[in-house]
Each structure stands twice: as structure tokens, then as C-alpha cells.
């Protein structure tokens, strides 16, 4: 069995899906590693790592590709133009496991599978609790959460925290989260750190507890306890509310929205289109120098203003919608994916052979290209 760790080709991505520790687990389970040259440099591991670790180092990325039985990436792949992924030299024997963004990226997987290749997708793998350590969405979106806090924080001219001094006292600034999912939590979690007054505003109730726990008040929009349950799937995600409930909540958050000095947005509902929490009549409300670090960029964004990976400044508000959040603290987003790969590939090898085991639902439910067809998207 030869896994094949490549670099990665999009210009935003500084991640890389194994490190030393990885790779020493590889080989434990049976694996021949092999790393393209400099494919960790961003992450703070060099050639030299990756060797002591006992893994094969390539320059030529067609001899890696060639001979690997799982190829593994971080980013989806990219078929064209600069930064585009050596995809003319996967074959047939390949498995190729990354975030491949399946629903964004359909004809990429179109590829893969018209030439027989087989992928799973981590995004895909189910939320249940078998599958937390392979929670890759989870391990960078927590990430994600975080650093949204700490950049907004660099693009604010005021202080964030109370303080006393002789000359004069500054107020503490006001932050609102937007969806309580992992990024939100973390988000919140990381403002309060910092000694901001936090609010955050979710669709599932269920969250309420979460959020106060935290320290951060929950806002909340009235409906009727019948239809509580209405807001989540089984699947524990929010579902797509109400004409009704959407007018109540713009009504509150109109409000809201206004009085803060930093909002982060990471409103999501699986496969579709972000909702749009905060329309442009809000944003001219809101104070100039107030910033909205907008999560959900590439599903279209939460603001109406936002364009992703741009910095748009509105009224005197800033806009920001990056999209590579995890990647900007890449040594530890890479750790975490590394770990959830591992976790991932340890479910497909028995007895130092790889052997899929397509009974098993967090396999079944991740891979979207098997044996020339594509599957689950
Ligand atoms: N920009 C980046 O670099 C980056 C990195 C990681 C994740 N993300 C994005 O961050 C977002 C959040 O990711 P996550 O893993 O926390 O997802 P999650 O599913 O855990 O959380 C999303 C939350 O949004 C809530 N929500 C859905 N519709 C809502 C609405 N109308 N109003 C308020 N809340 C609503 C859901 O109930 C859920 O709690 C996603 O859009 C994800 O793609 C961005």
C-alpha cells in the first residue's frame, strides 16, 4: 500500500494533509509514504521531517502519482489554469481523499469519475460520533472561528476590552455572532476571551444553552413551542425557515444589528445557498468602523454586500469575506486534517491491506466517485 501526500496547487492554500506524526502512522498501518517535495513547507515541516518520519521525498510528482494506491490533498481539485492540480497523471489505481467540494465542484468529479477514479470527499462524512475524529469541517471550522475574531479585531480602530485608565474610560466593544455551529461557538468563545459584550443569533434553539454557557448572550426569536422542534433536522442541522419566522427575525436583528461594532456571520444550511441575514438597509444603520467578517463568503455570503476574498467597504463599514481562514494558521489546520485523514484511511485498511468496508456509513456516505460512477451528490 503507497500513500501519496501532494503539495497543494490553489494559491490560497497553505495546508498540507500529513505531517512527520502522520506519517510515521502510516507506515505503522503498512503504508510506503511518499511526500512531493516542499508539499509542508508552509506548515513548518520541511523535506527533512518528513524523511526522518520515513517517508520517500518526490520531485517528480508523476513517479508519486503513478505508483500510489490514495493520493491526499486538502483542497479540491483544480483542473485548470494557474494552480491547477497534476491531474493528467492520476489513474485508475488512485483513491483520491480531500475536501473535493462536490456540490461547487461537479464537473471536477465528472473527471474523476469518467476516468475511473475513485474519491471520497471529507466534507461528506457524517456528523455522528464514530466519525468525530475525522471531522475535518468541524477541526477547521473551529479554526475558522477563532481566527475570524482575531482578524476582525486588526481591522477594528478601537480597543476591544473595558478599561480604566487616567485618561478616560474605553467602552468594551460589542460583538454579535451569527449562527452557533462550530465556527459560531468558537467565535463567541474567543470575543469573550477578548473581553467583548457577545451576542449570537442561531435558528436552532437547541443552541441557547450553548451560548450562554459560553458567556454570550443568546437572541432570541419568538415562535411558538409547537413548532420548535421545526428548526432542525434529525441530522441536528437548521433547516430552511418559515416566511413567517424570516420576518420576525430580520424585524430583531434590524435592531441588533445596528448597536454592534463587530458582527461574524457563519449562517449554513448544508447544499444551499447562504441566507442572507443582513440586507444592505442594515448596513447603512450600522456605525462607521463597525466591520461584518462574513464566514459564509463562499456560499454567497450572509451580507448582502459581501464578495468573497474581497474587502469591501461600505458606508465606512468594512465587508471582509475571506475564504481561506483555516489555512492562515496553517501549522495547526494542518495538524488537525492530518489527524482526521488518518483517522479516515485507518477505516479502510485491515491487516495492512486496503479493504473498503461499504457497509460502513461514514465510508459509504463520503465517497462520490466509485468504480467510474459518481455517488451521494
Ligand atoms: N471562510 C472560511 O475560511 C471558512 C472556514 C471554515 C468554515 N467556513 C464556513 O463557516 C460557516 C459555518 O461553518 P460551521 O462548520 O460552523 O457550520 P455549522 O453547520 O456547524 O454551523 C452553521 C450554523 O448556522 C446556523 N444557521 C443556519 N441558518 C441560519 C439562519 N438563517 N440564521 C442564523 N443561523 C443559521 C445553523 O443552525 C448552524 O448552527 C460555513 O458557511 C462554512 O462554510 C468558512
Known amino acids: 500500500m503507497k500513500i501519496a ?9 497553505k495546508r498540507v494533509a500529513a505531517t512527520p506524526e502522520t506519517v510515521k502512522k502510516y507506515i505503522e498501518l503498512g503504508f510506503e509514504v511518499g511526500v512531493e517535495e516542499n508539499a509542508g513547507l508552509h506548515s513548518n515541516y520541511t523535506n527533512d521531517n518528513y524523511e526522518i518520519a520515513g517517508a520517500k521525498i518526490y520531485s517528480n510528482i508523476e513517479k508519486l502519482i503513478s505508483s500510489a494506491n490514495i493520493i ?8 485548470d489554469g494557474e494552480g491547477a492540480d497534476n491531474i493528467k497523471y492520476y489513474n485508475k489505481n488512485n483513491i483520491i481523499i480531500g475536501f473535493l467540494k462536490p ?5 471536477q468529479i465528472k473527471k474523476l469519475a469518467e476516468n475511473n477514479i475513485d474519491a471520497f470527499s471529507v466534507e461528506l462524512i457524517p456528523r455522528i460520533s464514530r466519525a468525530q475524529s475525522m471531522d475535518a469541517l468541524s477541526s477547521q471550522s473551529n479554526l475558522a472561528g477563532y481566527k475570524a475574531v482575531i482578524n476582525s479585531v486588526n481591522e477594528f480602530s478601537k480597543a476591544i476590552p473595558m478599561m480604566m485608565t487616567a485618561a478616560g474610560t474605553i467602552a468594551p466593544a460589542k460583538i454579535l455572532i451569527l449562527g452557533a455551529g462550530v465556527a459560531g461557538l468558537q467565535a463567541i468563545a474567543t470575543a469573550k476571551r477578548l473581553g467583548a459584550i457577545v451576542s449570537a443569533f442561531d435558528v436552532r434553539t437547541a443552541v441557547k444553552e450553548q451560548v450562554e454557557s459560553l458567556g454570550a448572550k443568546f437572541v432570541e426569536v419568538t415562535i411558538d413551542k409547537q413548532n420548535e422542534s421545526e ?5 441536528g442541522y437548521a433547516k430552511e425557515m418559515s416566511e413567517d419566522y424570516k420576518l420576525k427575525q430580520k424585524a ?5 444589528v445596528k448597536k454592534q461594532d463587530i458582527i461574524i ?11 442572507e441575514l443582513i440586507s444592505s438597509s442594515m448596513v447603512k444603520e450600522m456605525k462607521i468602523g463597525s466591520i461584518i467578517m462574513d464566514l459564509a463568503a463562499e456560499a454567497g455570503g450572509n451580507c448582502n454586500f ?11 463599514i468594512k465587508i471582509l469575506g475571506p475564504t481561506d481562514l483555516p489555512s492562515q494558521i496553517p501549522q495547526d489546520a494542518s495538524n488537525l486534517y492530518a489527524k482526521n485523514l488518518l483517522n479516515f484511511i485507518k477505516l479502510m485498511v485491515k491487516d495492512k491491506k486496503l479493504k473498503i468496508n461499504w457497509e460502513d456509513e461514514i465510508l459509504k456516505k463520503s465517497c462520490v466517485s466509485f468504480e467510474g460512477k459518481i455517488i451521494n451528490i
Open 103 to 107: 456540490l461547487q465542484n461537479s464537473q
Open 5 to 13: 501526500v501532494v503539495k497543494e496547487m490553489a494559491s490560497l492554500e
Open 252 to 256: 430583531l436583528l434590524e435592531d441588533y
Open 306 to 316: 459581501t464578495k468573497a476574498n474581497e474587502t469591501i467597504i461600505e458606508n465606512g
Open 231 to 235: 428548526n432542525e433536522t434529525e441530522g
Open 265 to 275: 456571520t457563519t449562517a449554513l444550511i448544508p447544499g444551499k445557498k447562504a441566507p
Open 72 to 79: 491526499i490533498k486538502v483542497n479540491n481539485i483544480h483542473t
